[in-house]
């Protein structure tokens, strides 16, 4: 079981930035159409064969399953009041991310967390590498249906292969966090904090705020060892910084024309 649910992980790792999908209930922007994507039918094999664990997870909450159980009662009363097909859609995603992190988590070292460590590092290094040609061309240079091109200042709003720039950035937040933690794990190799600069940098042009904000949280748990000089946590932070702060400072024009398009 625990080979097969790890075959599933990384399945659904690479499948992830796949925009392949059948349109249920098509929408005039595709970010909000019900749609079935070939990570769909990988994350449903992960909540299957996670589901034991899940329960038994939820009858020990640790603060991040508290967290996760108050977001789930949020999210079914929020379906509860407004009930629609992109509402199950989210719950269904929502219930099979939090069975994917609960495998994650419990995948041990060997031959299967490299393989999926080695999924993680590449599909996001090509999401970066994409979104930065996106960034030059000023096109999004992918062949599928996409939201309208979004501007500000003399740079446009990359999407990689998502849907939306926010999904973009919220992909490399959490891919760059992974990297760190393994960073902390292994201080020694110095690809981690290669990774983790290079994974987060789309978060310095998605002009997305809140994006920004979260990539400031993600540098606290590494300050408190960046100050008693714990081995290889300087680094890290330097990596978190650099990969965020660079190409924001490169397209600043991009982020005060995101501040002049909005009254907050």
Sequence with gaps: MSRLRALALVLTVISLPSPIRVVLVPDPHPYYAVAVRVSDVCLAAVLVLTFADLARAARRPSPLGALAIVLSLLLVLAFAVHPSAAGAQVLFRY??????AVALLQVRAGHDR?????????????????????????????????PPIITF??????????????????YALVIAAWMARQGRAEPTRRRWP?????????????????AAVAAALMTVPLIPGALRN???????????????????????????GREESTSV
């Design 153 to 170: 200042g003399p740079f446009i709003r990359t999407i990689g292969t998502f849907p939306d720039t926010f999904v973009l950035a919220g």
């Design 114 to 146: 490299n393989l999926l460590l080695f999924a993680l590092a590449t599909t996001a290094l090509a999401q970066s590498l994409l979104s930065v040609a996106q960034l030059i061309a000023g096109d999004l240079l992918v062949p599928f249906a996409h």
């Design 95 to 100: 219930l099979a991310s939090v069975a994917f």
């Design 194 to 210: 290669m990774l983790v600069a290079t994974v987060i940098a789309p978060v310095g042009y998605s002009f997305s705020r809140a």
């Design 230 to 256: 714990v081995r290889g946590q300087r680094v890290l932070l330097a990596a978190l910084v650099v990969g965020a702060v660079v190409p924001a400072v490169l397209t600043r024009e991009g982020w005060s």
